[in-house]
């Protein structure tokens, strides 16, 4: 069964730091691109950075110079390194699985992991 | 970037009534068009993607049309289950963004 694991949620206060991972199962993890999705409490879906097979990292505007996203093959695994986070970064946080090495919809989707930033 | 506009933002449905939920896109995503449903305190799912592919699993009640900057998901005789959050997204260029969602709510 395809399955996304993400950890590494809490609380952290403004200007810290936390690294979020997405543990994959169930697919060749280095064929696919993969991605972090987040929703704030009460609102929609904003895409926040994807990665694709070959390693290639794209970042939304309003993450780019503070997340960086990276990928281990060899671990099946997904990591977000968001750093000066703000009040605003405050959602959770999803990882999703690419439809194909550059294909981005997203067939499967992580149960998401919390994150608050509050002073 | 480009903007996804969904219509309507909400919208309260008798069972078994067709559904049409609209996104347009401020410039040509060709059909890198994608949409999901989203239940509540559930992670989103998706429901069709490159505007029209259906995906396996999903009710042929769900279907898909359009291209370039104009979209539409529909859903025929819809059923209680299907009480949820719609949003669209576009993966034609970075970064990607999703439509401001729309409501489903059955009467």
């Known amino acids: 069964e395809v399955h996304l694991l993400e950890s590494g949620g809490g609380l952290v206060q403004p200007g810290g730091s936390l690294r979020l991972s997405c543990a994959a199962s169930?697919?060749?993890?280095?064929?696919?691109?993969m991605t972090w999705v987040r929703q704030a409490p009460g609102k929609g879906l904003e895409w926040v950075s994807g990665?694709?097979?070959?390693?290639?990292?794209y970042y939304a505007d309003s993450v780019r110079g503070r997340f960086m996203i990276s990928r281990d093959n060899s671990k099946n695994t997904i990591y977000v390194q968001m750093n000066s986070l703000r009040v605003d970064d405050t959602a959770v946080y999803y990882c999703?699985?690419?439809?194909?090495?550059?294909?981005?919809?997203?067939?499967?989707w992580g149960q998401g992991t919390m994150v608050t930033v509050s002073p | 970037e480009i903007v996804l506009t969904q219509s309507p933002e909400f919208q309260s449905v008798t069972p078994k009534e067709k559904v049409t939920i609209t996104c347009r896109a401020s410039?040509?995503?060709?059909?890198?068009l994608h949409w999901y449903q989203q239940k509540p305190d559930q992670s989103p799912k998706l429901l069709i993607k490159?505007?029209?592919q259906s995906i396996s699993g999903v009710p042929s009640r769900f279907s898909g049309s359009g291209s370039g900057t104009d979209f539409t998901l529909t859903i025929n005789s819809l059923e209680a289950e299907d009480a949820a959050t719609y949003y669209c997204?576009?993966?034609?260029?970075?970064?990607?963004?999703f439509g401001g969602g729309t409501k489903v709510e059955i009467k």
């Open positions: 410039q040509s995503v060709g059909i890198n």
């Open positions: 999703a699985k690419g439809v194909a090495t550059i294909g981005w919809a997203f067939d499967i």
């Open positions: 997204h576009q993966s034609s260029s970075f970064p990607l963004t």
């Open positions: 169930g697919f060749t993890f280095s064929h696919f691109a």
């Open positions: 490159y505007a029209f």
């Open positions: 990665i694709s097979s070959d390693g290639s990292a």
